[in-house]
């Protein structure tokens, strides 16, 4: 046996790309301490979260093509969190994996990635049809599209979709409450027929997903559990 | 005039060292988003998270002795967040404040401080008797007490501080239900007869404050205030 240096500690530390938007990465935080069985504050997952509302919008840059390219202060950040101790990424924002590769070649740690997550759960569980709730951008650069395909599973796009956009926007000048919540059910339930469930690929619709009574795959949710599940394995495991 | 750097952004970060417990600093975040006013996720606070639940019970060493020092390692937060690039730190735990002076000399970023921005608020609005709704800890080291008497202020303890210490143990197990604030609210109406103001000064009690039907200053508003006052305001002016 090789002479290790004493571990400082065994528990794994994630770091959150946050602020896209702020209320998305509260609630990304909210699930992951109500998904983690406690006693004292001890047996909490310990976090590092860049809320960082700067960063360049990315749907003024990939959709309305009028903003600044938002990829060198995504990079800084996943880099300053890994400076700063974290042993894994995840960002709670769907539009922002558009950047994804940029992000994994600036650390050394792993991404733990919310769309590839999220597809293998749903193709895992067999479905065929899904209908994606999610902000234009992630449509046009069909990040979900792409890799639901590559699993034989159609993506389909709600009848109105700038009905979406202007929720996700409601969200971000913080109007969360129980208008937006109904209207984002009502989105829901004329998809629902065409689907055989429904995917919430926006941490914005995450936050205003009460209203929603038909089947659905929440990405903010699949996320929270990778968060969980990563930390609460051993450091010194592979 | 001399010449100056460029300014990479002129807006202030606020660092917060989180974890004790995470639910009180999810509140922090949540109250930083309401109390700014926006209109696209540009417009909220950049904050820097380290919601870090692995730091040593502060109640283990201050109360029961049972437990290591936390000094080392909130001192260790506190400079991380520096080089990760906060111009402000804040915490939200008042009992935590015990080891202020320690964490201030190992930074060069002013400290928002909860308990004196409290005492301050408190002593501005011309009360004079404060019924205290906070940790056994910040009774024991008198965090409060002795901060109010420099302004004439007297602190009243609650009849059965046993019961708090019961209710901030069960906030961090998780329990933050309608029946752990139906609770604070009674240990609230018992205490408002004595005393001008009661004052929450413990974040797990904040995160439980919905049952309370008497006027009440909140330690962990105050702290949500003075982050938006202090990020708000230009990085280039003094």
Do not use: W
């Amino acid at each position: 046996m090789s002479a290790q240096p004493e571990p400082k500690s065994t528990h794994r530390v994630v770091g959150i790309i946050g602020g896209m938007g702020p209320e998305a990465t509260v609630d990304l935080m909210r699930r992951v301490i109500a998904k983690t069985p406690v006693r004292d504050d001890q047996d909490h997952i310990h976090l590092i979260v860049e809320s960082n509302p700067k960063i360049p919008s990315r749907i003024a840059h990939l959709i309305e093509g009028s903003g600044p390219d938002p990829t060198p202060e995504l990079v800084r950040v996943a880099a300053n969190l890994q400076r700063a101790g974290a042993d894994a990424l995840a960002i709670p924002c769907n539009t922002a994996h558009a950047y994804a590769d940029s992000i994994r070649r600036a650390v050394s740690i792993p991404l733990l990635d919310m769309v590839s997550l999220t597809v293998m759960e749903i193709a895992a569980s067999g479905r065929t049809r899904v209908g994606l709730l999610a902000s234009t951008a992630v449509h046009n650069t069909a990040l979900y599209a792409t890799a639901f395909s590559a699993h034989g599973i159609a993506t389909l796009l709600p009848p109105r979709q700038e009905q979406v956009m202007e929720l996700i926007k409601a969200v971000k000048r913080g109007d969360t409450g129980v208008p937006a919540q109904a209207a984002l059910g009502r989105i829901a339930l004329e998809m629902a027929d065409r689907a055989d469930v429904l995917l919430i690929g926006c941490s914005e619709l995450s936050v205003i997903s009460a209203g929603i009574a038909v089947p659905f795959v929440d990405s903010l949710d699949v996320l929270a559990d990778a968060v969980v599940r990563f930390a609460n394995r051993d450091r010194y495991t592979v």
